[in-house]
């Protein structure tokens, strides 16, 4: 029975989990979403929720509590900074954890593990990708431009093609 075994050890001491679990949160923060094992991305999220958490009020002591735990300043920065804009309302729940396909090589259950509100999969994507399309193009003073200039080369080269 697994009675008070909270800690997935990983197969690593405490010193390379620790390690693991700041390099993992640091790639989580600055990009937004990452690929890794799902035992990886489970720990991951345990890791880093309470730090998230604690950017809700932008103190001194937060900042440095988050820092004792990533040691990255560009990641404190980004995490108090724009993470802390869009979570600021959120109750609990900031990352997200999809299973995806296994790795080839040995088979290994795979995750993505994302930031929430900065969601990058098809489904929020593709509803920005059609407003931009509404959008009508920039013109420019060509009138043609680049599009102009291929046709009439093909019909140029039919021309001489029909000549000979």
Same mark, same amino acid.
């Given at each position: 029975?697994?009675?008070? +075994?909270?800690? =997935? +050890? ?5 010193? +390379? ?5 700041? =390099? ?6 600055? =990009? ?29 002591? =937060? ?8 040691? $990255?300043? %560009? ?6 900074? %724009? ?22 090589? $040995?088979?290994? $259950? ?6 929430? $509100? ?44 029909? %000549?000979?």
């Amino acid at each position: 029975m697994r009675h008070g +075994h909270k800690v =997935n +050890h990983l197969g690593r001491t405490a010193s +390379h989990r620790k390690a693991l679990m700041k =390099n993992l949160a640091n790639a989580l923060i600055l =990009n937004k979403q990452i690929f890794t094992t799902q035992a990886k991305a489970r720990s991951l999220r345990t890791y880093i929720e309470p730090l998230i958490n604690r950017t809700k009020e932008n103190t001194t002591h =937060n900042r440095r509590m988050c820092f004792a735990y990533l040691q $990255d300043k %560009e990641s404190i920065k980004t995490l108090f900074g %724009e993470i802390a804009e869009k979570i600021g309302t959120r109750p609990g729940g900031y990352t997200r954890i999809i299973k995806i396909a296994p790795r080839r090589g $040995d088979a290994a $259950d795979m995750a993505l593990i994302e930031l929430v $509100d900065f969601s990058l999969s098809p489904g929020k994507s593709a509803g920005t990708k059609t407003t931009s399309a509404a959008e009508p193009k920039k013109r420019t003073r060509r009138a043609g431009g680049a599009a102009k200039k291929t046709a009439a080369s093909k019909e140029g080269s039919a021309e001489e093609k029909s %000549e000979e």
